[in-house]
């Protein structure tokens, strides 16, 4: 059974920064696609950035050039690195996973976007930017 559990979450003002970590176990798969999505007040789940087992990466228009989504595979440890940080940052952030088989688009992002429904999911952490 695949555990995510992230952490790293808080309170920062703007322009801050804050990096985000997930640990992943008990995934049996070595082709698997990895995210974050973030939950905004009164919005839906959106997915924020994603990579894949090669490296691959795929960034949300309103996040690029100011998030960095890396992986530590030894550690199966996910991350999302955040700068110049901006209110509208604000929401619940979840690590995801899948098995890449389940995509059936080419952008990583795109394709764990469409199939939520079939993702492992973390519990989620509060990230809070102050204006």
């Known amino acids: 059974q695949v555990q995510l559990v992230e952490s790293g979450g808080g309170s920062v003002q703007a322009g801050g920064s804050l990096r985000l970590s997930c640990v992943a176990s008990g995934i049996s798969s070595n082709d698997v696609c990895m995210g974050w999505f973030r939950q905004r007040s009164g919005n839906q789940r959106e997915g924020v950035a994603a990579i894949d087992s090669d490296g691959r990466v795929s960034y949300a228009d309103s996040v690029k050039g100011r998030f960095t989504i890396s992986q530590d595979n030894p550690d199966n440890t996910l991350y999302l690195s955040m700068n110049n940080l901006i209110p509208d940052d604000t929401g619940i952030y979840y690590c995801?996973?899948?098995?890449?088989?389940?995509?059936?688009?080419?952008?990583?992002?795109?394709?764990?976007?469409?199939?939520?429904?079939?993702?492992?999911w973390g519990q989620g952490t509060q990230v809070t930017i102050s204006s």
């Open positions: 995801a996973s899948v098995s890449r088989d389940l995509l059936f688009m080419d952008d990583i992002l795109l394709g764990m976007t469409a199939i939520q429904a079939l993702l492992n």
